[in-house]
């Protein structure tokens, strides 16, 4: 195992012959093991008639196996002090757990047998359909989780993409066994398949054993399944959505940031840069978005931008929480922002951002859950793991013309947005949008001039 700088090993990679691919991060430096496994497959893979049915999968998978009730997976994971915790997304599902280093192999086989073995009892699926159908209650009353959501019908529109991730009561309601096993069949397919850890293990006996519990995963049946995916259409609109129990608004913005299709190093590299764009203009009290609307104009204690990404699609978010009289100024104020970025990157900011995303990754690199994440996202995305102490090169070598280039492709599209709160409308939300749009990215004020 090849050693780097920064005290890491290199990722071991193996790809079976049904197409599963292995990937094992050493972490010398530490005594614990982050084991899970990874699944492309998501609310994008969802029609509106199955929306919200990988959550549902993500969640029965925990109810019982071939030779485990319920309580035997709990038990038998926490026996071992581990913890275990599972996600939905737009394009992925992952099961893992958190243990010790020498526990490895015990966890990969816990975890095994929750994705390979599940047989979603059916009096355990009207209880935990009730059960997700209270969760997605609780989202759809609050107006934080329900602006994220409408900003991705404002992204995607009504496309898969735009769906919710945890799907709508009246699908929730109605999923049977036989439409799990269905789904199952259909995705849960070797080669859409990542089996992950990172930590401090036995990476030779870890790959073997995982070799012999995923090497007779089924392949998918429909070519089609596993083609590689393509982004859905970015479609920007605006949206809104009155909620009368609270005084505050809740704003996101976003932009398109992925490029066309690009070779392994170049799809890291233009990650690394985008996300270095998001910490330069949100990412920190002194960055120009939270500086300019908390500190000096006094617009809303809450601003920040990141990026949302997933294997073929990232966006650039600007969220805010404000009062309805100040929404208009707060929007006015963000697109000069942006547009500023556009003509002019003020060194000073760029070295911020590029150290905040540098102490960000060495930070992530000393969580194995975080590492283990990190490396099969890269996977995903990319084909590949990048070395830590090359995405800290890359870093270091971004430079102000390629982080000007995000802002200026991303003013080139229709912003999209979505706001919910107190005194949303729709009408307000396109008028805001235009706003945002007013000036394309070769019309943008004198660099500094949104600052004053």
Not at 185 to 214: C, I, P, R
Not at 330 to 356: C, F, M, S, Y
């Amino acid at each position: 195992m090849a050693h780097h700088p920064d005290g890491g090993s290199a990722a071991a990679l193996r790809t079976l012959a049904n197409g599963v691919r292995l990937l094992a991060v050493p972490m010398p430096h530490v005594q614990s093991v982050s084991v899970g496994v990874f699944l492309r497959v998501g609310s994008r893979d969802e029609t509106p008639a199955t929306n919200g049915i990988s959550h549902v999968l993500e969640h029965m998978a925990f109810k019982g196996t071939a030779t485990r009730s319920v309580q035997a997976i709990n038990l038998d994971a926490e026996r071992l002090g581990a913890d275990v915790n599972a996600f939905t997304g737009k394009d992925a599902t992952g099961y893992f757990m958190t243990g010790l280093g020498r526990h490895a192999d015990q966890l990969l086989r816990m975890t095994a047998d929750i994705v390979l073995n599940s047989s979603f009892p059916e009096h355990e699926l009207r209880r935990e359909l009730e059960v997700i159908r209270q969760e997605a209650i609780e989202y759809d009353e609050d107006p934080q989780d329900s602006a994220d959501d409408l900003l991705d019908r404002a992204i995607w529109g009504d496309a898969s993409m735009g769906m919710p991730v945890i799907g709508t009561l009246g699908n929730i309601e109605g999923f049977s066994r036989s439409d799990l096993v269905r789904h199952v069949q259909s995705h849960y397919v070797a080669q859409k398949t990542v089996v992950a850890a990172a930590g401090n293990f036995d990476v030779a006996a870890w790959m073997a054993l995982a070799g012999e519990l995923f090497g007779a995963m089924p392949a998918a049946h429909d070519p089609s399944v596993v083609e590689p995916p393509a982004p859905a259409t970015y479609v920007g609109q605006a949206v809104a959505r009155r909620f009368t129990q609270v005084s505050q608004v809740f704003l996101n913005i976003a932009y398109p940031v992925a490029p066309a299709q690009l070779d392994a190093v170049s799809q890291q590299r233009w990650r690394l840069v985008a996300s270095v764009a998001a910490n330069l203009f949100g990412g920190g009290m002194s960055s120009p978005l939270v500086d300019t609307i908390r500190e000096k104009l006094g617009l809303a204690y809450t601003a920040d931008a990141t990026i949302d990404k997933g294997d073929v699609w990232a966006n650039f978010v600007v969220n805010a929480v404000t009062t309805p009289d100040k929404l208009e100024a707060l929007v006015a104020a963000t697109g000069d922002l942006l547009r500023a970025q556009a003509a002019a990157i003020d060194p000073v900011h760029l070295e911020r951002a590029k150290n905040q995303l540098t102490v960000s990754r060495v930070r992530a690199a000393e969580r194995t859950y975080a590492t283990m994440e990190q490396a099969v996202e890269e996977l995903q995305a990319s084909g590949a793991v990048m070395p830590m102490a090359q995405a800290l090169a890359i870093i270091e070598d971004i430079g102000a013309d390629e982080v000007r280039a995000v802002f200026q492709r991303m003013l080139a599209h229709a912003p999209a947005l979505a706001i919910t709160g107190k005194g949303a409308t729709a009408r307000g939300a396109r008028q805001l949008a235009a706003r945002l749009a007013a000036l394309g990215p070769g019309q943008v004020p004198p660099a500094g001039a949104a600052a004053r």
